[in-house]
């Protein structure tokens, strides 16, 4: 899920050394779980970082667990809300860092983008090692997109739970009235900066409306790099192997990216380098276009109401030839060893009930966030769904187009990147440094804080 900038800047401040870790090469050796002492009720915790209305829809799986496979296995799942993704991976590092079994949650949700990470804890018990032991875990129902998202040398290190891609939203009325077709949103970079142009308003020389905003970091280049093809790191992200160093400098696709985003912002009809928030502007009636996460289809059409129609598209191509797809975003669940083996059973049946279609139907409707088990498809009441809502389809559509290969890189230094990338594509577009110079530092930054945080936490290949 996208970050705000002031969290980007303050994680990118912040190098947290891990206690403990491997280094990566394959499941984390944990401790070893005992018998549980009580075959009494067990009481699990479960913290995670969706507030607002999805922190409802959280509630109501598990209360629905409570009711159903807990009740029938005197299993209690306690919901606990962190805060932000940042807020919880700094309270799942604290309890690392003291090596207190303890102050551990049983289940735990990390964003892909900390993947690097949490796969290098040893209380963490990979996916991979339970799926093993389980044959009846629905592991070929479950999108390769988004298992791919959440593994490491093809073994899986978390499930995934809320996942989601980036997307276009667009104003169908502001397309109507500028003499756009609102049934043809733009396809590639190129387009959206024409388009952008021709709805971007002004009163004199001021900017009374811009037609698009966004500042590009790696959320948006983890698509734009992963659809030419290409990775931003090596070893495929850093999901062959531990990431070492930045390859988007040497194989092409940033300048490509580059270029075309410059020709893009040339146009007049781009806001960049300002915190304006695209998507309220966009839900007031103010901006044509937004990008943002698929998960936020609900929320922007309850927030839109009946102000104008929304239209939704595939996240916009670096050129036409380009048939990557997207990367898939979101968020996976993790079970922590707390040295208790009936508390690890009680928590993979809590997740195997997560990714049921019933379960996943439940958290796709009330939040926006794809379904991750493609048997919920099969649904009558998901049929009857999309049929109401065609909306939800292009979300879907998109995945289904987009290769396993496209996916966010996974480093331990998202932060960094993200404000590499960001800083000194804004140096290139407003005239500053030549696109050459801006690669080139904007790897070098990469590859300082990649290397740092490598030798820090004594990370090998």
């Not at 980036?166 to 970079?189: H, S």
């Amino acid at each position: 899920m996208k970050k705000s900038m002031k969290t980007m800047a303050a994680a990118a401040a912040m190098m947290v050394a891990l206690a403990g870790c491997s280094g990566g090469g394959g499941p984390a050796a944990s401790t070893t779980a005992k018998p549980s002492a009580s075959k009494g009720p067990i009481n699990l915790t479960f913290w995670h970082a969706m507030g607002g209305t999805n922190e409802e829809v959280v509630k109501k799986m598990v209360q629905s667990f409570n009711e159903t496979v807990g009740k029938e296995k005197s299993i209690t799942i306690t919901p606990v809300f962190q805060g932000s993704y940042a807020d919880l991976l700094k309270k799942v590092k604290a309890a690392v860092q003291a090596k207190n079994e303890k102050d551990f949650p049983d289940i735990v949700q990390v964003p892909a983008s900390d993947t690097a990470y949490i796969k290098d804890v040893p209380a963490i018990i990979w996916a991979q090692d339970l799926i093993a032991k389980d044959p009846s875990f629905p592991v070929k129902d479950l999108e390769p997109n988004t298992l791919a998202g959440f593994s490491f040398k093809n073994k899986q290190v978390g499930i995934p739970f809320a996942n989601s891609t980036i997307l276009l939203y667009y104003n169908k009325n502001m397309f109507k009235e500028a003499g756009l077709d609102p049934n043809k949103p733009p396809q590639t970079i190129d387009e959206l900066g024409k388009f952008a142009a021709k709805m971007t308003k002004k009163n004199g020389s001021t900017v009374s409306q811009w037609g698009f905003a966004v500042n590009p970091d790696q959320y948006h280049l983890s698509s734009w790099i992963g659809m030419q093809g290409a990775y931003i790191g090596n070893n495929k992200n850093g999901r062959a192997d531990v990431m070492t160093a930045v390859e988007f400098d040497t194989n092409g696709s940033m300048k490509k990216y580059l270029t075309e985003w410059k020709k893009a912002i040339d146009a007049g009809g781009i806001l960049t380098g300002s915190d304006v928030k695209s998507d309220e502007e966009f839900a007031a009636g103010k901006m044509p276009m937004f990008v943002g996460s698929t998960a936020s289809l609900k929320g922007t059409l309850t927030k839109v109401g009946d102000k104008f129609e929304v239209g939704t598209a595939f996240y916009p191509k670096v050129s036409e030839s380009d048939k990557g797809g997207v990367a898939v975003g979101g968020s996976a669940l993790y079970i922590m060893n707390r040295g208790d083996q009936a508390a690890i059973d009680a928590a993979w049946s809590f997740l195997k009930y997560g990714v049921t279609p019933e379960s996943q139907f439940v958290w796709h409707t009330g939040t926006g966030y794809f379904p991750v088990n493609v048997k919920t498809y099969d649904l009558p009441q998901m049929k009857e769904h999309l049929t109401k809502n065609p909306l939800f389809k292009t979300a879907i559509e998109q995945l289904h187009a987009s290769s396993p290969e496209t996916q966010e890189p996974m480093g331990p230094v998202s932060a960094e990147f993200s404000q590499a990338m960001l800083e000194e594509t804004l140096n290139y577009v407003q005239g500053k440094k030549s696109i050459d110079q801006a690669i080139t530092d904007m790897a070098a930054r990469s590859n300082k804080a990649l290397s740092d945080y490598n030798r820090v936490n004594n990370v090998k290949k």
